[in-house]
Nanobody
Framework: HVPLVESWGGLLQAGGFLRLSCAAS????????MGWYCQAPEKQRELVAT???????NYADFVKGRFTIFRDNAKNTVYLQMDSLKPEDTAVYCC????????????????WGQGSQVTVSS
């Protein structure tokens, strides 16, 4: 079990900014990939951004140029910096992790955080 602890979301106005964090608790694993997905009401869950252990990033088209994902390896924590927020960014944002257990080499691909509500008003 790899618990993922997310920061609180928030309520803010269009054009505002917010930083989300996600911490993977424990030291018995290494992180292969961490990222964020969002799910708006009555819509499919969508990939927002991911970052691999080497630092390479991937972004959904709708957040490119506005959101930035980065990590602090010493803390097993990733951050999503959300700038120039739009009302259509309103969603529940969930952290996801793909990890490998030390010693066994077992890869576990599907750990999720609890989700954080981000609401952007016009």
């Amino acid at each position: 079990h790899v618990p993922l602890v997310e920061s609180w979301g928030g309520l803010l106005q269009a054009g505002g900014f917010l930083r989300l964090s996600c911490a993977a608790s424990g030291s018995m694993f290494s992180i292969n990939v961490m990222g964020w997905y969002c799910q708006a009401p009555e819509k499919q869950r969508e990939l927002v951004a991911t970052i691999v252990s080497g630092g390479s990033t991937n972004y959904a088209d709708f957040v490119k140029g506005r959101f930035t994902i980065f990590r602090d390896n010493a803390k097993n924590t990733v951050y999503l910096q959300m700038d120039s927020l739009k009302p259509e960014d309103t969603a529940v944002y969930c952290c996801h992790a793909d990890v490998t257990l030390y010693g066994t080499g077992i890869r576990l691909r599907n750990f999720w955080g609890q989700g954080s509500q981000v609401t952007v008003s016009s």
